[in-house]
């Protein structure tokens, strides 16, 4: 079945340090794929999405692209900031299933000094 | 304010009652989700509604049941709870006729003991 796969579970990196979560996908048709970040006891919010015209999305200084090729949408900063320690979830969705979102197992981020 | 609100943030209760959490969004959305962030944050759908029709409805156990009275409100119900229950709750909503993305509420934080 359709499915997202984050592989680390933790991260922990420097300041100042680039960035890079993975996401893989399994998905039976054309998915659209997503970022969501959590802060400690905050709600689950969208950092990027991708798009169908390949077009590469961008917020907050981080970056995602859509590689169908190698089915992949790998979140990528190129300077990591302490503020941006939080729990990050690879999201996959297809329109057949009622715009469904269904979410990888998340990366914790830790940024240290 | 237009967002997705959740009540209560935090119930503590025994294995063997019933719960009901809440759910209300204001953004004129016309679909609704709960989904369950367990202990090892996986966060997973539970159930979906569109125009308070039941549109998904994963593998849940039947002492869950969810509620509409309208596409404003999404109400979860946990008839005689078990351990395994603990875990926050999150409701979220979106726009299925304008694609739009989704918005998530702060979650209940349920505890069985």
């Known amino acids: 079945g359709d499915s997202v796969t984050q592989t680390e579970g933790l991260v922990t990196l420097t300041e100042g340090l680039p960035v890079m979560l993975n996401c893989t996908y399994q998905s039976t048709y054309s998915p659209f794929l997503f970022w969501y970040v959590q802060h400690l006891n905050e709600a689950p919010k969208l950092l990027l999405k991708s798009f169908t015209d390949n077009k590469r999305p961008e917020h907050q200084g981080f970056h995602a692209t859509l590689h169908k090729s190698s089915s992949s949408f790998h979140l990528q900063k190129s300077s990591a900031q302490l503020s941006d320690s939080a729990l990050y979830y690879c999201a996959l969705r297809w329109g057949s299933n009622y715009n469904v979102l269904y979410f990888g197992s998340g990366t914790k981020l830790t940024v240290e000094p | ?113």
């Open chain 2, 1 to 113: 304010e237009t967002a997705v609100f959740q009540t209560p943030n935090y119930h503590v209760t025994q294995v063997g009652n019933e719960v009901s959490f809440n759910c209300k969004q204001t953004l004129g959305h016309d679909t609704m989700y709960w989904y369950k962030q367990d202990s090892k944050k996986l966060l997973k759908i539970m159930f979906s509604y569109n125009n308070k029709q039941l549109i998904v409805n994963e593998t849940v156990p039947r002492r869950f049941s969810p509620q509409s009275s309208d596409k404003a409100h999404l109400n979860l119900r946990i008839k005689s709870v078990e351990p395994e229950d603990s875990a926050v709750y999150l409701c979220a909503s979106s726009d299925r006729a304008s694609n739009s993305d989704y918005t998530f509420g702060s979650g209940t934080r349920l505890l069985v003991i």
